[in-house]
């Protein structure tokens, strides 16, 4: 039996031909027509015969066609750079059919993606993709046959399911309990949440004896440590190993005290330098001002010899009981620096010029407007040297508070370990980890690894660039033997990796994703094979317009071309080159400036700039207001124009269709942006629907339904039944309950009336009184009732139904039941108590918990980037691109440079490699904005505010890393915006929602009293 010749044997020259039957664009010519997740199908190449390049479906005049046959040729190691809507899925599956028809078993084949859908959805295509394969008979049919036999072989799974499984195969090789399970979302909150009021409670007792920990304590607060530790534990693959580098490289000797005395005496030094002297300098200051008259007080006994007798530094070291040993000594220092900083730095670290603005001081604090001149001259003279010194300070005490956080996490890692072996649980963490080291020490286990080596022949990873340090060990692990021989094994063609991703698109940096892997994993790949070209891009776009690609182009090497030439380039710098520009199709010019005539359209369309293609209509246009409430009102303008008469391209058919809400998305950075659009929209008329991953908890009825049970379990609380009287399920005024204030909780709950309540209006103290006589019913059923089964009932008794009236009541209905979803698998897990359902639930909303998924919904999609990624809409709106992502900075923070410096910064404290944290989140919004504009098919538009003739942009926004030019075109579209009146969407009677008829929200629960009256 001779050996099947591979699809990609070059015997002879093969001349590539377009399939005829292909479909044609009259204007364009041939083209390619996309699936319904918008990747290349539907043409193929057709050769001189069908012994070559069967079923390699590309266009022979692609540009990147030479890349995308390397890609799809199982016999080489390729890694892959697919740029936005290039069709990577389509190859990925065109590479595993091709792995079948050379020959390959189904289970040598290791498929792995991120998420469980994608893994579905890339299963299912496969198949659909074999099946095709054998009506156009590009299979044999006795392999056909074969592989129909072992569809079921066919996997694709998650690198967390590979994981698992890996260690149900080799639990005693692996260390773990044969019977172990995995720990899901609901649980791990939990046993984190046990673990650390076990770890508390020990680090507690040692600081009284480890100032390092103690000053960890006093400058965080326990509920900022809990919550820094608790991160570290979630992050316990990169944090124990940054922590350990940061403090190896740091100074062993250096405490607390050390470091206050040497920036007692740098500060001293500074003071001792001022020109006249430092009393002179004090006494030309604000003295009139008592804040100002305390800090010149502590400068001058620090400025003091006799303060500190000796050398500030040997003092600290020789005498424990004296200078700055004392805990009470170092806390005042410290708070002492921190109102020198607030001095003679502006809030952003940089020292005060000689206008000396911000400090809330004048001339009137002083005894003369020249004292309060020359001060100010010599203030911002010695402000360089002053914040060296703080800054040399800070981190000195950010490295000796490292050191406190070391110790405190190694007890909560401890704690955690042995609560989830106590229930014989691993979490996702702990699995990768366990298999890691599973493959790391497979040489001790020859027969295991051999098994291992023998099933798993050719790998392929999806999704390469959001992937972390220890994912990319794991597949390094299972692959790094091919260097030294095949193995094993014997199989038709040697083993081969396939890696497909888009540093690009690398946007999940908070999840430990390192954008710098894609390369390193380039260089290992080549040492595997030296004789390959593994490195390959493919950037035919099969997804946007010309002229957004072109935008698009134009927007990033104006970018990339914006940063100075450095000696090292970052390693995770966002590149632009030859491999990543959209090639056009067709000539298509567009000049970054605005069109000076564009004012207004014939339908009226106002506050828009377009650029100025070859084309009369272009897709990318400009929407600005000189407010976000503003520029939310344009947008919405604008969509009720669209859907008012605008076409856009069917996704399945291609043909021209009118726009319906569900082709149009609304893009932002920051999760809180999208109340203002939302709004605008309701108001309109138009539905929407707040995608995955916020709104959730922002959700009205949500946050109604959690104030309910809070309250319950709780009832004495003021603040929390002053919550519930101020939500709709009681819908108090707000006067009311202002004047009820403290007294919430009795007013609710007293026998007799409160005298606050004789002050209340009319429909207050009806309303008051019915809910008097419902809560205690309520309270009686906590002890009878689950959660779940209270929180059906007191819904339905307080005919919270009707509240759900209005555009939003579908969501809203679905988001109550997610909602009681949620409660009955906490219940079930152990949450049995409505107060740790309700501790879970305040847990919970701190996270990124999307909206109930509403099935076929025709709604304008509302979500951030990181949710849009992967996804495309005929209609994209990038908004509130001004806005940065703000928020106050995590109270732990701890990175694995990808420069190769650990990083750990402690409450505001930093380290000089946290220093770097700006330019790596500016690398990383680049990205984010690349993400953002790649999203639309048809229409690109920009949203930004732009006020007084300038469009400014916050810290991390997206707008931030805009070239200039494109800056203009916002403040250009300001001065041509006119106002329109508002318009709603007319509704055709086909798609009038139906009449609410207000029926029962939830099934009726059995309650163990009568059946209840209405109360509210």
């Known amino acids: 039996m001779c050996e099947p010749m591979l699809p990609f044997d070059d015997e002879e020259p093969v001349r590539l031909k377009p399939d005829p039957t292909q479909v044609v664009d009259r204007d364009n010519g041939p083209r390619l027509e996309r699936d319904g997740d918008g990747d290349l199908c539907g043409v193929r190449l057709k050769p001189d015969h069908d012994d070559n390049l069967r079923g390699v479906r590309l266009q022979p005049d692609l540009p990147d066609a030479t890349a995308r046959r390397y890609a799809v040729d199982p016999s080489k190691n390729i890694v892959l750079e697919a740029s936005a809507g290039t069709g990577k899925t389509q190859v990925l599956v065109e590479r595993y059919v091709n792995l079948l028809r050379a020959g390959v078993e189904p289970d040598h084949i290791l498929a792995i993606t991120f998420t469980r859908k994608a893994a579905a959805e890339m299963r299912l295509r496969v198949i659909e993709r074999l099946k095709e394969a054998s009506r156009l008979s590009e299979l044999d049919a006795a392999r056909w046959r074969d592989v129909r ?18 260690l149900r195969e080799f639990p005693l090789e692996a260390d773990v309990d044969p019977g172990f399970d995995l720990a899901d979302n609901t649980e791990v909150p939990r046993l984190i949440g046990e673990s650390l009021d076990q770890a508390l409670r ?40 940054a922590l350990r580098r940061f403090l190896q490289k740091g100074p062993r000797d250096l405490t607390a005290a050390t470091a206050c005395a040497r920036a007692a005496a740098r500060l001293r030094d500074v003071f001792a330098g001022v020109r006249d002297g430092v009393e002179a300098f004090l006494g030309d200051g604000p003295v009139r001002h008592p804040q100002f008259a305390m800090l010149a007080d502590d400068v001058r006994r620090l400025s003091s ?45 940089k020292p005060r010029t000689e206008k000396f603005a911000g400090t809330r001081f004048t001339a009137a604090d002083c005894d003369c407007a020249d004292a309060w001149k020359r001060h100010r001259a010599a203030a911002s003279q010695i402000a360089p040297a002053v914040a060296e010194a703080i800054r040399a300070f800070r981190r000195d005490l950010n490295a000796v508070m490292s050191r406190g956080v070391w110790r405190i996490f190694a007890v909560a890692m401890r704690q955690y370990q042995h609560t989830l072996e106590a229930h014989a649980l691993l979490d996702f963490s702990g699995v990768l980890e366990r298999a890691v080291k599973l ?3 497979m040489d001790e286990f020859a027969e295991s690894r051999l098994r291992l080596e023998a099933r798993h022949r050719h790998v392929l990873v999806d999704e390469f660039q959001d992937t972390s340090r220890a994912q990319w060990e794991l597949v ?59 490195r390959q891009a493919i ?44 090639p056009i199709g067709a000539p298509t010019t567009v000049r970054i400036k605005p069109n000076p005539t564009d004012e207004t359209d014939a339908a009226g369309h106002s506050g828009r700039v377009r650029l100025q293609p070859d084309r009369d209509e272009n897709p990318v246009r400009f929407i600005v207001g000189d407010t976000v409430q503003a520029a939310a009102d344009s947008v919405a303008g604008e969509i009720v124009q669209l859907l008012s008469g605008a076409t856009v391209g069917d996704r399945t058919t291609g043909v021209r269709r009118q726009a319906r809400a569900a082709d149009i998305a609304i893009l932002f950075r920051s999760r809180d942006s999208h109340r203002d659009f939302e709004a605008a929209l309701d108001r309109r008329g138009v539905p929407t629907y707040v995608y995955k991953g916020l709104g959730f908890f922002d959700a009205d009825e949500i ?106 009541r579908r969501q809203a209905r679905e988001n109550l039941k997610k909602l009681r979803g949620m409660i009955r698998r906490a219940q079930n897990r152990g949450y049995a108590t409505l107060a740790r359902i309700a501790d879970h639930l305040e847990r919970l909303a701190v996270g990124d918990e999307s909206n109930a998924a509403i099935d076929a919904i025709d709604a304008v999609s509302l979500m951030t980037v990181h949710a849009a990624k992967g996804l495309e809409f005929p209609i994209v709106f990038v908004v509130n691109m001004g806005r940065g992502t703000g928020g106050p900075r995590a109270p732990i923070r701890v990175t694995d440079d990808v420069a190769g410096e650990a990083s750990v910064a402690i409450a505001d404290y930093q380290s000089e490699a946290d220093e770097d944290a700006q330019a790596r989140d500016r690398e990383e919004t680049r990205r984010l904005l690349y993400v953002a504009l790649t999203r639309a098919r048809d229409r690109l538009y920009l949203s930004a505010t732009v006020k007084d003739g300038v469009c400014r942009t916050g810290r991390g926004s997206l707008g931030e890393v805009l070239p200039a030019s494109v800056k203009a075109m916002f403040v250009a579209a300001a001065a041509s915006r006119l106002d329109r009146p508002e318009q709603r969407l007319e509704r055709h009677s086909s798609a009038d929602a139906p009449i609410d008829d207000f029926g029962a929200l939830v099934t009726r629960v059995r309650v163990p009293t009568a059946r209840p009256d209405s109360a509210v």
């Open 305 to 349: 010899e006799s303060a500190i007798p000796e050398s500030a530094i040997e003092s600290a070291i020789r005498h424990p009981q004296s200078g700055m040993s004392s805990r009470e000594a170092q806390a005042a220092f410290r708070a002492l620096v921190d109102r020198l900083r607030a001095y003679f730095l502006t809030q952003d670290g």
């Open 476 to 534: 390094r692990q299972l692959v790094k033997s091919w260097g030294e021989g095949v193995g094993a094994a014997h199989d038709a063609i040697p083993p081969s990796i396939f890696l497909v991703g888009d540093r690009k698109q690398s946007i999940y940096g908070f999840r430990d994703a390192d954008v710098a892997l894609v390369d390193e994993a380039a260089a290992f790949i080549e040492a595997l094979r030296p004789d390959g070209l593994p």
């Open 439 to 441: 493959l790391r020490d």
């Open 703 to 808: 946050q109604d339904a959690v104030a309910l049970l809070r309250y319950l379990a709780d009832p004495l609380s003021d603040l929390r039944a002053a919550t519930l009287l101020r939500s709709r399920i009681v819908r108090l005024s707000d006067t009311a309950v202002a004047r009820l204030g403290p007294e919430s909780a009795a007013a609710i709950l007293s026998v007799d009336p409160l005298p606050a309540l004789a002050a209340l209006g009319d429909e207050d103290r009806r309303v008051l009184a019915l809910l008097r006589r419902g809560v205690p019913r309520w309270l009686s059923w906590v002890d009878h009732l689950a959660p779940s089964e209270l929180f059906d009932t007191v819904l339905h008794e307080t005919a919270y139904a009707f509240e759900l009236r209005g555009s939003r």
């Open 202 to 241: 020990i680090c507690r007792g040692i600081a009284r004896d480890d100032d390092d920990v103690a000053l960890v304590f006093a400058q965080l607060g326990e509920r900022r440590l809990r919550g820094g530790v608790a991160t570290l534990l979630d992050r316990r693959l990169v944090a124990p190993h």
């Open 149 to 166: 036999e072992r569809l079921g072989d066919i996997a694709v799974s998650t690198i967390d399911a590979f994981c698992l499984s890996l």
């Open 539 to 582: 950037t035919v776009s099969f997804r946007s317009a010309p002229e957004i690609l072109a935008f698009v182009n134009g927007v990033f090497e104006a970018i990339v071309g914006s940063d100075a030439p450095t000696a090292t380039p970052r390693k995770d710098a966002f590149r632009y080159g030859c491999h990543d520009r959209f």
